[in-house]
């Protein structure tokens, strides 16, 4: 399975506490965050990996280089570098266009934790989207399926602090999808899940597992304790 690692975000909410590195190299305890998520995604079998990149581009792939005799030793590795910002749709589709890329593929966020999930997104049918529940889905915005996991509709994040379903940031989808792309920016949450969605394609996987985003200081900082508690409790 190819998995496909959305890396070339600014991190802008995080500067403030992680200003020298992009997010995703953003130091836990002696190890950065992709190191953490490199080794538990190949726990979970992945071997193959392509890695997006845009903002400080070289300070990762000097990190992947080094992991090629450490963590990603006998893993297939690529990486690709935006030109200009595509956002996360765009620059699915360019790395697809550029790589010539065919098939399924999966596709996280590099700055999202997630349990596990990997074999469940794996074995559902394209265009599937990992699902989990939590507390207060106010800065997600959050989904609503049927018990056949098929999404109905989409809401838009609000200041209602309430739980819901919301994207994991794991999923499962094909080439094909973005066959028609225009070499513009698009939004994956924005543009093509509700999209999808409306045309009755789109299916959600719950997944009852631990997630957490780094993107803002509060969970950065949850997600350091807990790994400096080893991994003990819930996130």
Not at 191 to 202: E, M, S
Request: proline residues 4%.
């Amino acid at each position: 399975m190819k998995l496909l690692v959305l890396a070339g975000g600014f991190g802008t909410r995080l500067k403030s506490v992680v200003a020298d590195v992009p997010k995703s190299l953003a130091p836990v305890g002696s190890a950065p965050f992709l190191h953490i998520q490199i080794e538990h995604w190949v726990s979970q079998g992945v071997k193959t990996f392509i890695f997006l990149l845009h903002h400080q581009a070289d300070l990762i792939i000097n990190f992947i280089n080094i992991e090629k005799n450490g963590l990603l030793k006998g893993c297939d590795v690529q990486w690709i570098i935006e030109p200009t910002p595509m956002d996360t749709g765009g620059a699915l589709a360019y790395a697809i266009q550029q790589l010539g890329l065919s098939g399924d593929f999966l596709v996280t966020n590099a700055d999202t934790w997630l349990g596990s999930g990997i074999k469940e997104l794996w074995q559902a049918k394209s265009p599937a989207m990992g699902a989990v529940n939590i507390s207060d889905a106010t800065r997600y915005g959050s989904m609503k399926f049927d018990d056949e996991g098929n999404i109905a509709v989409f809401y838009e994040k609000n200041e209602l602090a309430r739980d819901g379903w919301i994207n994991a940031g794991l999923n499962h989808l094909h080439t094909d999808l973005f066959k028609d792309w225009d070499h513009q920016p698009f939004s994956l949450e924005r543009d093509k899940f509700p999209l999808w969605a409306t045309q009755g394609i789109l299916k959600a996987v719950p997944l009852e597992f631990s997630f957490i985003d780094i993107g803002i200081p509060e969970d950065y900082f949850r997600f350091c304790r807990w790994v400096k508690l080893k991994k003990v409790g819930i996130l």
